[in-house]
């Protein structure tokens, strides 16, 4: 199990290690992005679009996303594991010849804002897809989004404010030991919304 002890982020960080605490989750720093565990899991992308656009999403068409944060639900069973996946998402290069999935068309205009993950060795994506969008606030706005190969409505929803951590993992009602705990990666965000600059501009 790869595990980092919560960093100075906020003010307010005592606090809300405390609650993370009770609810099995870790607080991780940006500096721990170049050591992402190479284990198997499941993954949440927590992005923020400035102005709302349409958006073509290769063959699956063209949508209008509104402003606000999204989430995005995927697994990491390849190689490489979770930081082979999530390196993936963090990377600069977001041109045509690089885009593989659904999400990567949405990433070239809304940047990462947080990731929430957890180690586990059986697929849990489409349970947390289900619990996402039953989230309060949650909206769908391009079905079949990131779930071409599942029955999901889709693996992207949409929050006017940015969803709580807390709130989505009480929703999944995690049982260990299956279900490992959920660990939460911060990215800090300028006034412009892009990231701000240090060691991980993403």
């Known amino acids: 199990m790869?595990?980092?002890q919560p960093g100075p982020l906020f003010q307010k960080e005592d606090a809300l290690a405390a609650s993370m605490k009770a609810r099995r989750m870790t607080l991780l720093t940006n500096q721990f992005v170049a050591t992402l565990p190479k284990s198997k899991?499941?993954?949440?992308?927590?992005?923020?679009?400035?102005?709302?656009q349409p958006i073509q999403v290769g063959k699956l068409g063209s949508f209008v996303f509104p402003a606000g944060y999204y989430l995005y639900i995927g697994s990491a069973f390849g190689p490489g594991g979770l930081a082979g996946r999530l390196n993936h998402h963090l990377a600069h290069d977001h041109?045509?010849?690089?885009?593989?999935?659904?999400?990567?068309?949405l990433r070239r205009w809304a940047p990462?804002?947080?990731?929430?993950?957890?180690?586990?060795?059986?697929?849990?994506?489409?349970k947390w897809a289900q619990r996402a969008g039953q989230l309060a606030g949650s909206s769908c706005p391009a079905p079949r989004f990131g779930?071409?190969?599942c029955r999901c409505q889709a693996h992207l929803f949409h929050f006017a404010?940015?969803?709580a951590a807390e709130s989505f993992s009480k929703a999944l009602n995690l049982?260990?030991?299956?279900?490992?705990?959920?660990?939460?990666?911060?990215?800090a965000e300028q006034e412009s919304g892009r990231r701000a600059s240090g060691q991980f501009p993403y």
């Open 112 to 126: 990462v804002t947080a990731i929430w993950f957890s180690e586990h060795d059986s697929p849990r994506e489409h």
């Open 161 to 163: 404010q940015s969803p």
């Open 147 to 149: 779930a071409s190969d």
């Open 2 to 4: 790869w595990l980092a």
């Open 175 to 187: 049982t260990p030991p299956g279900d490992g705990p959920i660990q939460m990666l911060q990215f």
């Open 41 to 52: 899991g499941t993954y949440v992308l927590i992005m923020r679009l400035q102005a709302g």
């Open 95 to 105: 041109s045509t010849k690089s885009r593989h999935w659904h999400i990567d068309y």
